[in-house]
């Protein structure tokens, strides 16, 4: 059976940082407002040690966060074809220590909304270079062109389509637009 390492921030779920920066700076920006992968680098540089503050002691993202249209549904689907690990990267390298509680939040997370994956299949990493899979599916350029993967798939995000087809494609990688479309490449001929 085929693996697959599906990313959880920005693939399954989205906003939760971006909510954190809304409530903190009391704005109303919206994703298509930011092309920076992290979100905070909005923040001038002396607002971000502040704002990492508020975040750490103050915020569980998790607790109403915004889940991708399908992206539950499609998931189990896949665990029915595949041997579906949800990889996540949990260390915040300018805060390592506080950036722990990250890790129970995303994994009570996922617990809680996807109890079809098996608890030893969730993977909290500090880096996903070196997870052995088939299929990865991320938003992140970095976490797809390095390692394993003969499938790659990139989720469509406004922080990285300064990746144009060619260069995506020297990489190996498939830029997708939603849930639907990866269900339509994974599960294709599996009914």
Known sequence: MKKIMIDLDETIVMDGYLKAVNDYKHTNYKA?????????????????????????????IYEDIKVLPNAIKVIEELSKHYDVYICTAFVDKRRPLDSKVMAMYKYEWIIKNMPFIDPKKIILTGSKDVIMCDIKIDDKVGNLENGYGEVKLLLDHRHNQNYDFEKLNSLGIRRVYNWDAIRDILLEGCE
Not at 35 to 51: A, G, N, S, W
């Open 32 to 60: 298509e407002d930011i092309d920076t992968y992290f979100v905070e680098d909005i923040l001038e540089p002396e607002e971000k040690e502040k704002f990492l503050d508020y975040f750490y002691e103050k915020l569980n």
